[in-house]
């Protein structure tokens, strides 16, 4: 055969000239260019010293052409078959490869930044950037949404240039944001896509490659979100590093996103933290933990269901959320009472309240060295991180001072490696 497509089944941007190929049933060869064997590798960068594939070899024509898009536009100019896919009217082909560059620059790219960013060394992940990514993708999600609305395909009746685009560039950004319950139009449109007979060839071809795609699929997704500022969730994600569970942090970047209807279906209550997990969506950082821990008993982070620490864990489990964290939300309403009597009053009754909690909290580290069976676990890290924000408040500090040993522990615990990697905001004292 005169052409021979250099490619691999898992690349989304490969999948943009194989669709075109199937779907104008044009001949060829694929070579598949496996860039992790060195001999493959090092013949590939003979034939594009780039070394980014797919490339389209042409013998008859001793053509070499790189790039998705610049390969399905060359397979429209010279060869019939898939001449149908850029539209011969003027203004219509001008749209066809408006809308692939928009797939190709607002799904594809930021698609492609997040699924890179798992590659990344533990320490060198470009949080920032990953976010700005998927608020992309949201953004590109109402574009579309309103694009597609009386469409079949991206310009109308006829399958073009920009359906080959979409299809990859949706299949993979909805894995990593997912848009089935938030943008029907373009859920709709996905379907058609991935039933489509030269997409589902696509795909069947690419099922065996599947397992090496780097984002963990949907149905093992752990996502956790929270804000930069103080939002409880730090609890959870020193957690998820204690464990070594990965799992994607994102961080909302302000309070619209919070509102937001996307994330209002995952808490109606619009607050953080809100843990994903597979089909599973939690709120309230101290059931996320309880969850989390039993859900990986391995680790070791709670006692068995059976054990007979077990009530010693739930007791202080509990403590944590109703007795440290009750401290929180009353200096919380403290804050918004006028100075005078009755903001003098309240303020007594809330050192007298945390008094009690570190009295209790004393006497069990006067019996060992953590809250739990004499070990470390999920109970220690939620009553840690409560006492953790408690430090930096002024009209607790002589309560708080007047423990050395609830000190020394939480000191001892924030030492942690996984407490020092959780990214928590420091206070001025």
């Known amino acids: 055969m005169s052409l021979t497509l250099y490619y691999h089944p898992l690349a989304s941007f490969c999948w943009k000239p194989l669709i075109a190929l199937y779907e104008s049933k044009t001949p060829f060869t694929p070579h598949l260019v496996d860039l992790g064997n060195e ?42 078959e898939a001449s149908m896919l850029i539209p011969s009217n003027p203004e219509q082909a001008l ?28 320490g060198k ?33 006829a399958f073009s240039l920009a359906d080959c685009s979409a299809a990859p560039a949706l299949y993979y950004a909805n894995q990593v944001e997912p848009f089935e319950s938030t943008h029907k139009l373009l859920a709709a449109y996905m379907k058609r896509l991935e039933q489509r007979p030269s997409f589902a060839r696509v795909l069947e071809e690419a099922k065996p490659y599947f397992h090496m795609f780097p984002y963990k699929s949907r149905e093992n997704l ?33 309070a619209s996103e919070q ?20 089909d599973q969506v939690l709120f309230e950082s101290g059931a996320i933990c309880a969850y989390l821990a039993d859900l990986h008993l391995d680790k070791g982070m709670a006692p068995a269901l059976n054990a007979p620490e077990r009530a010693d864990y739930q007791k202080w489990m509990f403590f944590a959320s109703a007795t440290v964290d009750a401290v929180q939300k009353r200096m919380e309403i403290i804050e918004d009472i006028p100075a005078g009597a009755v903001h003098s009053e309240k303020i007594q009754d809330m050192q007298d309240e945390l008094r009690g909690a570190l009295e209790a909290l004393d006497q069990a580290l006067g019996k060992g060295s953590f809250l739990v069976g004499n070990r470390f676990g999920t109970a220690d890290i939620c009553v840690c991180y409560q006492l ?22 939480i000191d001892r ?14 206070f001025d004292s």
Do not use: C
Not at 43 to 64: N, S, T, Y
Not at 97 to 120: A, E, G, N
Not at 138 to 150: C, S
Not at 413 to 426: D, G, Y
């Open 39 to 80: 001999e493959a590798r090092g013949a590939f960068h003979k034939i594009w010293p780039m070394g980014e594939f797919p490339v389209l070899r042409d013998e008859k024509r001793g053509q070499m052409i790189p790039q998705s898009a610049s390969i399905i536009e060359y397979l429209a100019l010279h060869y019939s």
């Open 95 to 122: 749209e066809a490869r408006r809308w692939d560059q928009f797939y190709d620059s607002y799904v594809q790219v930021p698609m492609s930044k997040i699924v890179t960013d798992v590659l990344r060394p533990p």
């Open 125 to 157: 992940n470009d949080s920032f950037g990953v976010e700005e990514s998927h608020a992309t993708l949201r953004t590109a999600y109402d574009v579309l949404e309103d694009q597609m609305k009386g469409k079949t395909w991206a310009l109308g009746d």
């Open 222 to 254: 752990i996502r956790l979100y929270g804000v930069a500022s103080f939002d409880r969730g730090g609890k959870v994600r020193w957690l998820l590093n204690e464990m070594g569970v990965k799992f994607e942090d994102r961080m909302l970047s302000d």
């Open 259 to 278: 509102e937001s209807p996307a994330f209002l279906k995952l808490n109606p209550m619009g607050r953080v933290p809100v843990l994903e997990i597979g």
């Open 388 to 409: 953790y924000w408690l430090r930096f408040a002024p009209e607790l500090k002589s309560v708080m001072d007047a423990f050395p040993r609830v000190a020394a522990y």
């Open 413 to 426: 615990m924030l030492a942690r490696p996984a407490a020092e990697t959780s990214e928590w905001p420091v």
